[in-house]
């Protein structure tokens, strides 16, 4: 052996983007090239970024496998670094090749830690290690896998076991992961939707303050909310007496009931119209007057959802609602969307009238920064703290055993941080 080791730096061209973009899948295929070369892994750790791409590493007793993905160009980069006589780096080459259905693949073998230019050094292995160390076991092995949500400044990841549900709709791509401390988890085109564990936060508050604010709510509307959050804790009010909900993407419906079922509890409840349409469209046809309460229950305003943050859709949900009526909508994070979410505070007030359009927040740990805003305008005089009877609120929360909402979470949701105020000049 005339190196410590070799380390074969590979390009693979044309690949299947969607293998590089499947992060699950990208890891399998690192594994099994360790595997197959005859390395013993000790960890593994890999990263999908939104919109796309893939990084990891495998660590082997025999030093490591990196990867780093362009699905956009069906480019890969691959670091094989193996050290010993006993693990070939040229199989897990093929072995990768193959995986990812590449066209065509190049490598570079540089020798690492050539013998001839190192000198051994004499030294007692006892100084270096305490007791316990020196014994030899079983290498502890660890598996990190990870989903995250990024823009260019902030990341938020999770760890997970693997994507349970993986579709591109019309619409956008669907995913349901598995996560590992919150629960099965909806994202859309690489953004999270709703998670088991805290989507009881986001629901709550969508439709609870709202709800319980306008005098005599009859008719609702929920715009979007297809994994099914929002009609679940509407139809917990009972003196409404029809729930309208038009979501644009069965595939969304699809997905939850199959892996969000808590959530997606409500959806084949008869006492919900459910409508697969344009929501954008289903308002537009709407009488006038004709609900008492609108939810807005979007994604980020990318993709399908870009429509339901327009200045003309605002104006036709103001139409659509009676008198009293009440608009909700996510209107994002402050501190994460902030121009989004500066831009859209204005377009309300243009709508409903500056005194009648307020911000609340709710705290969401899988959202981006875990500070989440509601808007809430009313074309009416229905004050969302003035006059809010707290008695009533405080009742519905128990008896429903809520587990965010409650008559001083409503009203302190409504307390703003300076920085949100100035934000929106209030
Ligand atoms: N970035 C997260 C925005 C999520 C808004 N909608 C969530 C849908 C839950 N019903």
């Given at each position: 052996m005339a190196s410590l080791g070799r380390h074969i730096i590979v390009e693979y061209y044309d690949c299947s983007p969607e293998t590089l973009n499947d992060v699950t899948r990208i890891q399998e295929s690192m594994e099994g090239a360790a595997n197959k070369a005859g390395a013993t892994i000790i960890n593994s750790t890999f990263h999908h970024f939104s919109p796309y791409g893939v990084s990891g590493v495998v660590v082997i007793e025999e030093s490591h496998l990196a990867i780093h993905t362009w699905p956009e160009y069906g480019y890969a980069s691959v670091d094989l670094f193996t050290c010993g006589e006993s693990v070939d780096p040229w199989i897990s080459y093929q072995f990768l090749k193959e995986a990812f259905e590449a066209a065509h693949g190049s490598a570079v073998e540089l020798k690492r830690g050539e013998l001839a230019l190192l000198t051994r050094k004499d030294f007692d292995i006892k100084q270096l290690r305490d007791d316990k160390s020196t014994e030899v076991g079983d290498p502890i092995r660890t598996k990190d896998v990870w989903f995250t949500e990024?823009?260019?400044?902030?990341?938020?990841?999770?760890?997970?076991?693997?994507?349970?549900y993986d579709e591109q709709s019309d619409f956008q791509r669907v995913e349901v992961y598995n996560t590992q401390a919150y629960g099965n988890m909806l994202t859309l085109d690489g953004m999270v939707m709703t998670t088991e564990k805290d989507e009881y936060v986001y629901h709550e508050m969508i439709t609870h303050v709202p709800t319980l604010t306008h005098p005599n709510p009859k008719r609702a509307l929920i715009i979007g909310g297809g994994d099914g959050g929002t009609?679940?804790?509407?139809?917990?009010?009972?003196?409404?007496?029809?729930?309208?909900?038009?979501?644009?993407?069965?595939?969304?419906?699809?997905?939850?009931?199959?892996?969000?079922?808590?959530?997606?509890?409500?959806?084949?409840?008869?006492?919900?119209?459910?409508?697969?349409?344009?929501?954008?469209?289903?308002?537009?046809?709407?009488?006038?007057?004709?609900?008492?309460?609108?939810?807005?229950?979007?994604t980020d305003p990318v993709g399908p959802a870009e429509g339901l943050f327009s200045v003309a859709f605002y104006k036709e949900v103001y139409r659509i609602l009676s008198p009293d009526g009440v608009m909700i909508t996510q209107s994002e994070s402050p501190r994460?969307?902030?121009?989004?979410?500066?831009?859209?505070?204005?377009?309300?007030?243009?709508?409903?009238?500056?005194?009648?359009?307020?911000?609340?927040?709710?705290?969401?740990?899988?959202?981006?920064?875990?500070?989440?805003?509601?808007?809430?305008s009313s074309k009416g005089n229905a004050h969302p703290i003035e006059g809010f009877d707290l008695e009533k609120s405080k009742a519905f929360a128990e008896a429903n055993d809520l587990s965010y909402y409650n008559e001083q979470i409503h009203t302190s949701a409504f307390a703003l941080p300076n920085f949100v105020k100035k934000m929106i000049n209030q």
């Open positions: 990024r823009d260019d400044k902030i990341a938020l990841s999770m760890k997970h076991n693997g994507k349970l009609a679940r804790e509407m139809l917990k009010h009972e003196s409404l007496e029809e729930v309208v909900m038009v979501e644009i993407d069965d595939k969304v419906i699809e997905a939850c009931k199959l892996h969000l079922p808590r959530i997606a509890s409500a959806l084949d409840n008869p006492k919900l119209n459910l409508i697969v349409d344009d929501g954008i469209k289903y308002v537009k046809d709407a009488a006038d007057g004709s609900f008492d309460i609108v939810i807005v229950d979007s994460f969307n902030n121009k989004v979410f500066k831009e859209i505070y204005q377009v309300y007030r243009s709508i409903f009238g500056v005194n009648n359009v307020h911000c609340y927040l709710a705290y969401i740990p899988t959202y981006p920064t875990g500070m989440w805003s509601f808007s809430y």
